[in-house]
């Protein structure tokens, strides 16, 4: 038996639309650089406390969505689906409405949801706005 889940939340942030999405489609190497911390390297893809992942970038222009799909790495070895996306909405002057959505797979209900990615996605996110407003 398999255990679908999706966590979604949502922010605001004070950075365009296009450029949020275009440090993703683009600029991919930047994240790092943003967000230390949390990610080492973008050979694409370390994860905060030393955790490797490895993904593959999905991008929808027209909904200005980007997805992490899993593809190995620590986190793909507890859940057989791990699937962050975010989707930047225009909102006012300069800034968007980020949504987050976080898609998984658990083996079984032992494992619980990936409420800690969740919350990784979010400071991430957070990171880049306030790298974005440094420069």
Same mark, same amino acid.
């Given at each position: 038996m398999t255990l679908n889940g999706k966590l979604e939340s949502e922010m605001e942030i004070n950075m365009p639309t296009a450029k949020f999405y275009n440090i993703w489609k683009n600029e991919t190497h930047h994240v790092s650089t943003a967000t230390p911390d949390r990610i080492q390297a973008v050979d694409v893809h370390e994860e905060g406390n030393a955790e490797v992942f490895k993904e593959k970038l999905e991008f929808d222009d027209e909904t200005k969505s980007v997805s992490l799909v899993g593809l190995e790495g620590d986190v793909m070895k507890v +859940? %057989?689906? #791990?699937?962050?996306?975010?989707?930047?909405?225009?909102?006012?002057?300069?800034?968007?409405?980020?949504?987050?959505?976080?898609?998984?797979?658990?083996?079984?209900?032992?494992?619980?949801?990936?409420?800690? +990615? %969740?919350? #990784?996605?979010?400071?991430?996110?957070?990171?880049?706005?306030?790298?974005?407003?440094?420069?």
């Open positions: +859940y %057989k689906v #791990f699937k962050p996306t975010y989707q930047c909405i225009p909102k006012g002057e300069g800034g968007c409405l980020l949504k987050m959505t976080l898609e998984y797979e658990r083996p079984s209900e032992d494992i619980p949801p990936p409420v800690k +990615y %969740k919350s #990784f996605m979010v400071e991430l996110a957070k990171d880049v706005e306030a790298h974005h407003l440094k420069a």
